[in-house]
């Protein structure tokens, strides 16, 4: 327990515990009033199908702008947000947010374009998820296709009964589900197959490993994705040369550096509007700076 003083009249807690947990209430308090207060941003990146260069969707991965212009990374907020329960309120921002943005670039004449959203544990079991993502598609009148889902392997191994009949629900809306960070956990078999995710990706880990001439993972991943009639993506492609092994390996889709780091949606507009929604192949174009 932390030891308790009075020092110049303030009350004082006692070092490391302490302070790090009264940084922890401040740093919850500023969070709970940036999303009330729609301070939070999201960036959006786009993911390639491998074989014809095409813009297939982009994933809404969240920011938090600080007033000197610095931006916080997720990583560094939503473990917080997911323990204190903020998570929800922002998931419902980020749903909102990224449902506007479609129905934006559906005016804007970049209709079909999906996006992927990042759904953490809390927010995955939480009873208000199905009528949550119902309510915003209708709302924007957003194709249910237009919305993929994606939970990280471990989230997806937790309670396998629940979580299958989560993802079902998912599927009778008609969005489509992402297994994240494919490759860290240890699902079984037979357990993916009863799955029925869309799409499995492949964490950077195993990506970042092809430069020193490891493929075995990606290799596996991409062979037991298509065995299961489930799409295979790359994460953290950085080098062609990566995006050549992928492409040979016969890998569906990537997402990384060497086409576009995350981008605010008008940026991302732009780049999309000048590549016309396709890359070329041997000649990545030069990548969004954020
Ligand atoms: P993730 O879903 O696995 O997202 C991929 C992360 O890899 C992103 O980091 C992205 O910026 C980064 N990345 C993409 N391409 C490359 C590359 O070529 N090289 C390298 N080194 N990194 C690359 P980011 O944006 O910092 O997000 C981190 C994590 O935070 C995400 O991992 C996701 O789990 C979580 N997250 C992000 N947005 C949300 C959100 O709205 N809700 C929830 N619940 N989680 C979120
Ligand atoms: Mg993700
Ligand atoms: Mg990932
Ligand atoms: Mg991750």
């Given at each position: 327990l932390a030891k308790q003083g009075m020092r110049g009249g303030l009350l004082w807690f006692s070092p490391s515990m302490s302070s790090a947990s009264r940084q922890r209430l401040s740093l919850l308090n500023d969070l709970e009033l940036a999303i009330g207060g729609n301070q939070l941003t999201v960036h959006y990146q786009p993911q390639i199908?491998?074989?014809?260069?095409?813009?297939i969707a982009v994933e809404a991965l969240v920011r938090w702008p600080l007033p000197d212009g610095q931006l916080i990374p997720p990583d560094q907020f939503i473990p917080l947000a997911e323990q204190s329960g903020l998570i929800i309120e922002l998931g419902e921002w980020l749903l909102d947010t990224v449902c506007k943005q479609i129905a934006t670039w559906r005016d804007q004449g970049l209709g079909g374009l999906r996006v992927a959203i990042n759904v953490s544990m809390v927010q995955f079991n939480h009873d208000g998820l199905i009528d949550l993502l119902a309510e915003a598609l209708r709302r924007y009148l957003i194709p249910p296709e237009l919305i993929e889902v994606e939970i990280t392997e471990s989230v997806a191994m937790r309670k396998p009964e629940d979580v299958i009949a989560r993802i079902d629900q998912l599927k009778r809306l008609g969005v489509q589900v992402a297994i994240d960070d494919f490759g860290t956990g240890f699902s079984s078999l037979a357990y993916l197959q009863r799955l029925k995710a869309d799409r499995l990706k492949i964490d950077r880990a195993f990506i970042r490993d092809m430069g020193t001439g490891e493929t075995s993972i990606a290799e596996m991943v991409i062979n037991l994705g298509h065995k299961l009639g489930i799409r295979v993506l790359a994460e953290g492609v950085e080098f062609p040369a990566q995006a050549a092994i992928l492409r040979s390996l016969g890998c569906d889709e990537a997402q990384g550096y060497l086409y576009a780091k995350p981008a605010p949606a008008e940026l991302l507009t732009l780049w999309l509007q000048e590549t016309g929604q396709s890359i070329d192949n041997d000649q990545p174009p030069s990548s969004i700076s954020p």
């Open positions: 199908e491998l074989q014809t260069g095409q813009v």
